[in-house]
T-cell receptor, first 115, second 112 residues
Framework: GQQLNQSPQSMFIQEGEDVSMNCTSSSIFNTWLWYKQDPGEGPVLLIALYKAGELTSNGRLTAQFGITRKDSFLNISASIPSDVGIYFCAGQVTAGGTSYGKLTFGQGTILTVHP | GAGVSQSPSNKVTEKGKDVELRCDPISGHTALYWYRQSLGQGLEFLIYFQGNSAPDKSGLPSDRFSAERTGGSVSTLTIQRTQQEDSAVYLC??????????FGNGTRLTVT
């Protein structure tokens, strides 16, 4: 089945630093999503990307849908302590209307921000 | 509330018992999904509902797992004869028929 390789697995940074994480796949996806998960909670959507080459920002977050449709990255600028959490990429393929919304998730990037 | 609601938030059960996990999706969302998250892992797809039917059950790990949805709203995930490897966080998500998915806070299941 489809697999997503997300890297890095973990990051330890100082407050104010920029962060970059990415996901690659052996298969093409039609949609890329980035989620953040805090302890004891479900993943919360950060950014959704629907078109190859699309670059989207949400505050200090920027994400891009790779041209090949097999990769995506997420950048966080000027990190703050509340950015701590686990970040997941997810890719989705539509095929004739079936399995719609069936997301394949990366393994997650654990982000720690030191004040 | 406005979000996806799951109950119970925590469930401890003995090996061999049956458990039922409940999901209340966002009102009006036609699509509902169940995912499983094991410790330190990403999310594993279990089943997808469109309305009350489940066109994709490919992620259910064994015939001990089943799910139903009634009235195009509430869904129940049932695990029969629970095993220790079933211990995980079970997450429900809903959407208006297309991404993105909105997740609940999950049910943490512990099988002793």
């Amino acid at each position: 089945g489809q697999q997503l390789n997300q890297s890095p697995q973990s990051m330890f940074i100082q407050e104010g630093e920029d962060v970059s994480m990415n996901c690659t796949s052996s298969s093409i996806f039609n949609t890329w999503l980035w989620y953040k998960q805090d302890p004891g909670e479900g993943p919360v959507l950060l950014i959704a990307l629907y078109k190859a080459g699309e670059l989207t920002s949400n505050g200090r977050l920027t994400a891009q849908f790779g041209i090949t449709r097999k990769d995506s990255f997420l950048n966080i600028s000027a990190s703050i302590p509340s950015d701590v959490g686990i970040y997941f990429c997810a890719g989705q393929v539509t095929a004739g209307g079936t399995s719609y919304g069936k997301l394949t998730f990366g393994q997650g990037t654990i982000l720690t921000v030191h004040p | 509330g406005a979000g996806v609601s799951q109950s119970p938030s925590n469930k401890v059960t003995e090996k061999g018992k049956d458990v039922e996990l409940r999901c209340d999706p966002i009102s009006g969302h036609t699509a509902l999904y169940w995912y499983r998250q094991s410790l330190g892992q990403g999310l594993e797809f279990l089943i997808y509902f469109q309305g009350n039917s489940a066109p994709d059950k490919s992620g259910l790990p064994s015939d001990r797992f089943s799910a139903e949805r009634t009235g195009g709203s509430v869904s129940t995930l049932t695990i029969q004869r629970t095993q220790q490897e079933d211990s995980a966080v079970y997450l429900c998500a809903s959407s208006a028929g297309h991404p993105p998915l909105h997740f609940g806070n999950g049910t943490r299941l512990t099988v002793t």
